[in-house]
């Protein structure tokens, strides 16, 4: 039965929520106040936050369909965070393109809610569910821009490749149950354990079905081909939110996966995520190298990224689990700034996305330059930037567990990557541009601008700030 404890479990969530719904409501108005609902939109994220943080629960719920503790406390922090980042910079982007409606305020927080819930789910019914939330979510707003051909096109390949990822994902979650009997995790564990499932082999199929599914949500190499038409396509706005959020409840969920059930089983799947990793940190940063147009590049980038984070969930110690929930943060923050500012540039028609259009920024508003500078360099992994700290962890964890040579590959990658970070870079400080007009800072943007100083340099020369906080989350999962 539906108990008191279970609904107080998801108060954020419903926060989120009712928030959500009222926004579609104020659309429906004979004039809807267009310039006010990002505000609603934010108080809601706000009051979600006091919930999350100001009211924590312990425990299983929902008949153990939910667990709520440290781990998901700290992610749904840095979801609600993201969110409410991708609300404000795409005020300015918007009410640029006169495309501010209040469903797409209400889509970032169905998609929120769906992150939220990835990460609480303690069972396969729940991880889907959450997974098809943040999805739908974003199939619509990718595609947003109903009267441009390219966020059209975009949506419609996100769609597709998404629908058949989700395939895997559920055919995987089926062939589970089959084995086990159950789709809750502690129930899978213990079935895995005492080798009480119909097939050890189906087990680890179906496993290996999920893999597929959470890899197209985290762009793992081959897995990532929609990603940098999709980040190009669509509005620039929804590119930062896609870029960071779904990465992060992919890997939050992937992890707690691997930790909580399939750990016993490391030694059949070890080889597989090895060359996953490899392939895709290789592969993304390469394809970097040869891009001109800077959200194909940060696409192409996160991808890179996607394959330093799959080392970690190749470790499965709590040494790694701590260095992918420290990385996840800094990646978040910073990857969202980055491509703030390269909304912000962004003129009409989708022009000025080129890194040539960056030249002489530095002297057309040199705090976006600085910024943007900023998110490459820890992107980059630069120390004192808290991106060098995230790498540092997971590599050292793969190192102290025998991964020599991947993380040997890991850093190659990391050196071939400074050259495309840099590129934008060198254009803004040391070349000269042809229209000299400054270029306007939103204010909107601003509290996420700040949130990069604070986390990707504040964070970096003190990590401790952050580590302690990691450290717990990363605990509650062992």
Do not use: C
Not at 242 to 251: D, E, H, I, Q, R
Not at 320 to 342: C, K, Q
Not at 365 to 379: C, D, E, T, Y
Request: charged share 10%; aromatic share 12%; glycine share 10%.
């Amino acid at each position: 039965m539906l108990t008191w404890g279970d609904i107080t479990s998801t108060f954020p969530e419903l926060a989120l929520v009712v928030t959500a719904l009222g926004l579609l409501l104020l659309e429906t108005l004979r004039e809807p106040p267009r310039d006010k609902l990002v505000w609603v939109g934010l108080a809601g994220i706000v009051v979600a936050l006091v919930l999350e943080v100001g009211f924590p629960v312990y425990g299983q719920f929902y008949s153990g369909m939910i667990a709520v503790g440290d781990f998901s406390r700290f992610l749904n922090v840095i979801f609600l965070v993201l969110g409410g980042g991708a609300l404000l910079l795409a005020v300015p982007y918007l009410r640029k393109t006169l495309e501010e409606r209040g469903e797409y305020y209400s889509l970032v927080l169905f998609a929120t809610v769906g992150m939220m819930f990835m990460t609480k789910a303690h069972d396969l019914a729940i991880t889907f569910l959450g997974l098809e939330l943040l999805s739908i979510s974003l199939y619509i707003l990718v595609g947003f821009y109903r009267n441009r051909v390219s966020s059209n096109e975009a949506g419609l390949k996100y769609l597709l490749l998404g629908a058949f990822s989700t395939g895997f994902f559920l055919f995987g979650a089926a062939l589970i149950y089959g084995s086990t009997g159950s789709t809750n995790y502690d129930a899978i564990r213990v079935a895995i354990l005492t080798d009480n499932q119909l097939s050890a082999a189906l087990t680890l199929t179906g496993f290996g079905l999920l893999l597929i599914g959470f890899s197209f949500k985290v762009a793992l190499v081959p897995f990532h081909m929609y990603a940098p038409d999709v980040y190009e396509g669509a509005p620039t706005s929804i590119s930062a939110f896609l870029s960071t959020g779904p990465k992060v409840a992919g890997f939050a969920a992937l992890l707690k996966l691997v930790v909580v059930v399939f750990a016993v089983t490391t030694r059949h799947w070890w080889g597989a995520i090895w060359v996953l990793a490899a392939l895709t940190m290789t592969v993304g940063n390469l394809s970097a190298l040869r891009q001109d147009n800077l959200k194909r590049m940060l696409a192409y980038s996160g991808v890179a990224h996607a394959g330093y984070l799959a080392i970690g969930i190749l470790v499965g110690s709590l040494e790694s689990a701590f260095g992918i929930i420290y990385y996840l943060a800094v990646y978040g923050a910073t990857t969202l700034a980055a491509f703030g500012i390269v909304a912000a540039v962004e003129k009409e028609n989708e022009a000025g996305l080129e890194v040539t259009d960056y030249r002489g920024l530095a002297r057309r508003n040199p705090v976006m330059a600085a910024m943007f500078a900023l998110a490459l360099l820890s992107l980059a992994g630069f120390p004192p930037t808290a991106g060098f700290f995230g790498k540092f962890f997971v590599f050292s964890a793969a190192v102290s567990e025998g991964y020599i040579w991947l993380v040997v590959l890991a850093v190659l990658n990391s050196l071939v990557s400074v050259y495309y970070y840099l590129r934008p870079v060198v254009a803004m400080y040391m070349e000269t541009a042809e229209d000299e007009s400054p270029v306007v800072l939103p204010a909107t943007l601003v509290p996420v601008l700040v949130l990069l100083v604070v986390v990707a340099l504040g964070l970096g020369v003190f990590p401790m700030l952050l580590v302690s906080n990691s450290a717990v989350a990363a605990g509650s999962l062992f």
